[in-house]
């Protein structure tokens, strides 16, 4: 079962006011702009999970499973991602915000991707706003779901990303074997 329970907690431990999500995942304005929708995993996601994650191994479309060791329980989690390839580099988004995944990815400093029978270790680095900003552009062309959590859409310029992208974490890859991409 993916590991997708949102946990919003800033890297201090401290919770921002607008980490906070209401109980049904409802439309927030956060200080101006359009709204932005709270991630909550219900029923549907779930099943949308389960089929994205059979995608995945079956290597069809953009999917990937990111399998992350919880930094608590030491169990292994997985969770279908999609990757955005910028400069010939695969980034990692999370744009549901500081979700469990990603806690469990800064904990360890390095995760597995999975797609159809190629699973390949990376080493993570999260990268500041500046440099996130080109990627969450780029990610909301790809993966449109995930709209709806954005303030941004895909005519907005790369500053409007920059300003949003504490609330969506950016990782780049590299790859720790020699043989992999």
Do not use: C
Request: glycine content about 8%; overall charge positive; cysteine-free.
């Amino acid at each position: 079962m993916p590991d997708t329970t949102p946990n919003h907690a800033h890297r201090s431990g401290q919770q921002r006011p607008e980490d906070h999500a209401d109980h049904a995942g409802k439309a927030h304005s956060e200080g101006g702009g359009r709204p932005v929708r709270r991630f909550r995993m219900s029923r549907v996601d779930r099943v949308g999970d389960m089929i994205v994650s059979m995608l995945a191994r079956a290597g069809i479309g953009p999917f990937h499973l990111l399998i992350t060791r919880g930094r608590k329980t030491g169990r292994l989690h997985t969770n279908p991602v999609v990757l955005v390839e910028q400069d010939g580099r695969p980034w990692l988004v999370a744009p549901y915000g500081a979700v469990s995944w990603v806690h469990n990815a800064r904990a360890a400093g390095r995760l597995r991707l999975r797609r159809a029978r190629d699973t390949r270790e990376y080493a993570i680095r999260e990268v500041g706003p500046d440099e996130a900003g080109p990627i969450l552009k780029r990610y909301i062309a790809i993966a449109s779901a995930t709209r709806p959590y954005f303030r941004a859409n895909n005519n907005s310029p790369v500053e409007d990303f920059i300003a949003e992208a504490h609330r969506h974490p950016v990782f780049q890859l590299t790859p720790l074997s020699k043989d992999a991409q």
